[in-house]
Nanobody, 121 residues
Framework: QVQLVESGGGLVQPGGSLELSCRAS???????????WGWYRQAPGKERELVASESTDSPSNYVDSVRDRFTIYRDNARKTVYLQMSNLKPEDTAIYYCNALNVAKQPKYDWGQGTQVTVSS
């Protein structure tokens, strides 16, 4: 069983930046490399939403609300996927989760605990 661990969240002011990291327990090449990875977020009272994902058809995919502000990337040597977030807005406040994606762009593993991002003055 793969256990996902997200980190890097915190409290930032609007316009600030954060970088989130995602690793899995016992992350090995057979788990990390064959998968495309995505970042999700869930705001209070809202459904969990895929906001950034790797793609075989393009460098990355983003929902409109985060496009040009968020960047998903990976470090194969560290077997870590990141979400670089800039120009953060209060509406970005949510718990952020990572997961590998299956061919249908659905989450592959059990959810981790996520990392809280709060954007507030």
């Amino acid at each position: 069983q793969v256990q996902l661990v997200e980190s890097g969240g915190g409290l930032v002011q609007p316009g600030g930046s954060l970088e989130l990291s995602c690793r899995a327990s016992r992350m090995i090449t057979s788990v990390f490399n064959p998968n495309l990875w995505g970042w999700y977020r869930q705001a209070p009272g809202k459904e969990r939403e895929l906001v950034a994902s790797e793609s075989t058809d393009s460098p990355s995919n983003y929902v409109d609300s985060v496009r040009d502000r968020f960047t998903i990337y990976r470090d194969n040597a560290r077997k870590t996927v990141y979400l670089q977030m800039s120009n953060l807005k209060p509406e970005d406040t949510a718990i952020y989760y990572c997961n590998a994606l299956n061919v249908a762009k659905q989450p592959k593993y059990d959810w981790g605990q996520g990392t809280q991002v709060t954007v507030s003055s």
